[in-house]
């Protein structure tokens, strides 16, 4: 199993910005595609991003695209989230976890997911 530590999350008005980070020890980060995701209160898991394990490809759902950006720092083997412009919304304790797999194109398969702890991000005025 991959497992990942996640950091960064706090309170933040509307508007404000914050900087996730993802690492991992015992393996390279870039060689699997690795998503962030959030559970609202109450919701289950939902992803929001995702990057390739190869060539980088990005993916954002519509709820995030324009605000949020998905990088690879290699060399520190970490990913980040840089969430702006944050909405109440956006509430909620976020993950990062992989499949496995190289691609983004199983990143909602939820059932391959293994959760860490997450780091809580809330958006309060």
């Known amino acids: 199993q991959l497992q990942f530590v996640e950091s960064g999350g706090g309170l933040v008005q509307p508007g404000g910005s914050l900087r996730l980070s993802c690492t991992a020890s015992?393996?390279?980060?870039?060689?699997?595609?690795i998503g962030w995701y959030r559970r609202a209160p109450g919701k289950e898991h939902e992803g929001v991003s995702c990057?390739?394990?190869?060539?980088?490809?990005?993916i954002y759902e519509d709820s995030v695209k324009g605000r949020f950006t998905i990088d690879r720092d290699s060399a520190n083997n970490t990913v980040y989230l840089q969430m702006n412009n944050l909405k109440p919304e956006d509430t909620g304790v976020y993950f990062c976890?992989?499949?496995?797999?190289?691609?983004?194109?199983?990143?909602?398969?939820?059932?391959?997911?293994?959760w860490g702890q997450g780091t809580q991000v809330t958006v309060s005025s």
């Open positions: 976890a992989s499949t496995g797999y190289y691609y983004c194109l199983d990143y909602k398969s939820y059932s391959k997911l293994t």
């Open positions: 015992g393996f390279n980060l870039r060689h699997y595609a």
């Open positions: 990057i390739n394990g190869v060539h980088e490809d990005k």
